[in-house]
């Protein structure tokens, strides 16, 4: 069974960073694609950044150069570092686990980017 808890969601300033961490219950974590997905009020979910269980990372165009993943496989949890963050980055951000092909998905937790 796989179970992911995400933590770090707040309020934070435009130009403020924060650290979001999601903690991973389950078997062989490195070898798990992970990812991070948000949701903002009214908006479809979508895709922010991925890492594979070599380390490969994929940004959405809209957080390219802000926001970074990475991932500690001894501690079984992925980051996901925002930097210089926008109103718009207010959102559910949510952690995806894909293990063999089936997929997994945290509670979210809440970013709110404002002044």
């Known amino acids: 069974q796989v179970q992911l808890v995400e933590s770090g969601g707040g309020l934070v300033q435009p130009g403020g960073s924060l650290r979001l961490s999601c903690a991973a219950s389950?078997?062989?974590?490195?070898?798990?694609?992970m990812g991070w997905y948000r949701q903002a009020p009214g908006q479809q979910r979508e895709w922010v950044a991925t890492?594979?269980?070599?380390?490969?990372?994929g940004y959405a165009d809209s957080v390219k150069g802000r926001f970074t993943i990475s991932r500690d496989n001894a501690k079984n949890t992925v980051y996901l570092q925002m930097n210089s963050l926008k109103p718009e980055d207010t959102a559910v951000y949510y952690c995806?686990?894909?293990?063999?092909?089936?997929?997994?998905w945290g509670q979210g937790t809440q970013v709110t980017v404002s002044s």
């Open positions: 890492i594979t269980s070599g380390g490969t990372t």
């Open positions: 389950g078997s062989l974590f490195s070898s798990w694609i």
């Open positions: 995806n686990a894909d293990r063999a092909g089936r997929n997994y």
